[in-house]
């Protein structure tokens, strides 16, 4: 089991990189989409500068903490969007019946589909991530956790975008559900958790877990605690199983061609 772990993860490492050589034939396009997206995410941080120099914190969060969210929601998109970024079309790829030619292939199927492209921008939330660690206070365990909940944050966005998606098996087309949440954990993720209140908070726990992929994090850079760590991996962990369990429960549906109102 642990060669074909191995094997796996070598096959995920080769695909992300042939994807990357494919983008950086054309260098100009390749650096300027990097840059311009570190410069797009630099221009929201005005916003919050505006307003605090109005009021102390919002939401129980200071300026310094609001840096560390937008660059742990920054760190965790791009990571997701980097390694990852085919886990958020799958939906219409299994609408489409585009996973045929993943299915002859003797590796991982859902790693191979998800792995298949990148987005080269995601490359520069993933640098304005690091340039808000340095603005809210560079320390090596800083960093280091930083980097941490930026690969679990990113698993965790990825996890609820193949869940989604993988509901298109039995339900049909999905993707326009499947955007939505994508986009909610994406927009929410860049506000101070305390500005929410009642169901909506609930909801960051559960259908949209962007607490245990964000506002979790934020809380053990800014304050350590072992015990909301080992919960963050954890829920990472569990949520990766579900993941990989709906697939391929929805992929053998999909095999035996039993999809015919899904495929057209």
Request: contains cysteine; hydrophobic residues 55%; glycine residues 6%.
């Amino acid at each position: 089991m642990l060669t074909e772990a191995k094997n796996q993860i070598k096959v995920m490492i080769l695909s992300i990189k042939y994807a990357l050589q494919r983008e950086m034939l054309n260098k100009i396009s390749f650096f300027s989409n990097i840059i311009f997206m570190v410069l797009n995410n630099a221009c929201f941080i005005i916003q919050w500068i505006i307003l605090y120099a109005i009021k102390d914190n919002v939401g129980n969060y200071s300026f310094k903490q609001v840096l560390l969210l937008w660059g742990l929601a920054a760190g965790t998109y791009g990571f997701a969007h980097f390694f990852f970024k085919e886990s958020f079309e799958l939906s219409e790829m299994i609408h489409t019946g585009k996973l045929d030619t993943y299915l002859i292939q003797p590796k991982s199927v859902l790693l191979s589909v998800i792995t298949s492209s990148v987005e080269v921008s995601a490359i520069g939330d993933m640098l304005y991530g690091i340039i808000m660690v340095f603005l809210y206070g560079f320390s090596m365990k800083t960093l280091l956790l930083f980097i941490l909940f930026s690969i679990t944050g990113g698993l965790i966005i990825t996890s609820i975008a193949v869940i989604w998606a993988s509901l298109s098996f039995w339900f049909g087309r999905m993707d326009i559900l499947t955007n939505t949440v994508n986009s909610l954990m994406t927009n929410f993720a860049t506000y101070p958790e305390g500005i929410f209140k009642g169901f909506i908070k609930i909801l960051f726990y559960t259908v949209i877990p962007i607490g245990f992929g964000i506002y979790l994090p934020v809380q053990i850079i800014h304050e350590f605690q072992w015990t909301l760590l080992l919960l963050v991996i954890a829920i990472t962990c569990i949520l990766i199983l579900i993941a990989n369990i709906l697939f391929y429960k929805g992929l053998k549906r999909y095999s035996s061609s039993n999809l015919m109102n899904v495929r057209t």
